[in-house]
């Protein structure tokens, strides 16, 4: 008999309590559509073998009522996933119960018994297929009793062409929704990638993504002797910025630099936020063209407003540094470009220091 899975697993702790309301509804449509492909192939049995009144009747109570009641018990429950779950175990055994009131014919009966358990592995639920056999042997043992054990596997064609609906939707059904998850998850993986590699506040690289893409850079360097060079940009005396216009204000700053970084640098550009007020761009191009863009991107930002801090002014500082053959790797080429960093910061603030300018005296 088909049934319907729940979203999640409240053993998991992580149901959500509009999930738990929608599941009667949910497993309802599910139930009733099971029961009623199911129904066709049972009646034919039960008419090649002269069954008793009983066992129609029991056919509409299992077809008919039970998903109606089935319905109206999680509905009612305080706790409408686990009132479901004992629904989907007593599916189970109403599955079961077919068997041996059925002669054990062959296809119906290994049909039903089947789909109810792979609907409980479908479920997601962890060992509910599992628990669900007990109850589901169990009724094939009182139905035997019931029956005496009558067994007659054959299976009449009638029979077996009426068991093609159950079989054919409830494949696919299964197929669907095996697919549609499969399509979540990839859509999922793409986006915790995407973010294992985002800074969350600006967008940019994060630190240890830049750090892989500018260590690529600059082993290229090195092998095809293609230009190379790394720029590390600070905000200026960004903490009187939060101080005084409020760590928000300061967000928006971080941001706005981002955007012009990003705008400024080219598409061929790796631009990453190394944490704080510190940014780092590796750029395929020689020092005087990146000195060039370092220039632009400086004055950019003089030129930065906020709508919500319109008095607001930041500066950046930026030290820059060409690789060359002793930047074996990026440890000496970010090493080099900090220091120029440093001479620019004591230099004055809001200027561009490049590797092996001289340092200026500080007027601090
Ligand atoms: N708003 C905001 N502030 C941050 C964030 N991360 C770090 N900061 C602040 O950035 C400031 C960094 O200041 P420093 O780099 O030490 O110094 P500075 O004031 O920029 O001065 P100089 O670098 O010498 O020009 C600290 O006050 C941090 O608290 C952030 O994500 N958002």
Sequence with gaps: MRDDHPPRNPEAGTARLSDLHLLPRRVYRFRMLGM???????????????????????????CLVWPQVAYVI???????????LR????????????????HFTALP???LVTVATADKINSGIRGLWLRSLPGMFLA?????????????PETSLPVLLACLPIMIVHTLAVSLASYQLVRKVQAQNRRLDELSRTDVLTGLDNRRH???????????HHREGRPATLMLVDVDLFKQINDRHGHAAGDDVLRGIAALLRRGAGPQARVGRLGGDEFALALPVGIAEAEHVAEQLRAGVEQLRLADAP????SISLGLAEAGPTHLGLREW???????????????????????????PDPA
Excluded at 74 to 84: G, I, K, T, V, Y
Excluded at 210 to 220: I, K, V, Y
């Design 36 to 62: 009623g492909l199911g129904a066709p192939p049972i009646a034919l049995v039960l008419q090649e073998l002269g069954a008793p009144m009983w066992t129609w009747a029991w056919l509409l109570v299992t």
């Design 74 to 84: 999680a509905r009612r429950s305080a706790s409408p996933f686990d009132a479901e």
């Design 87 to 102: 629904n989907l175990m007593a599916d189970s055994m109403i599955a079961g119960l077919w068997a041996p009131l059925m």
């Design 109 to 111: 009966s290994a049909l």
């Design 140 to 152: 094939v043992l009182v139905g035997g009793l019931l029956t005496g054990f009558a067994f007659r």
């Design 210 to 220: 830049w750090q892989d893409q500018a260590e690529a850079l600059l082993q290229r």
């Design 311 to 314: 008095a607001l002014r930041c």
């Design 334 to 360: 970010s090493e080099a470009a900090d220091k120029a960093l440093y001479r620019a910061k004591h230099g004055g603030r809001n200027q561009l220091v490049r590797q092996g300018d001289s340092l200026e």
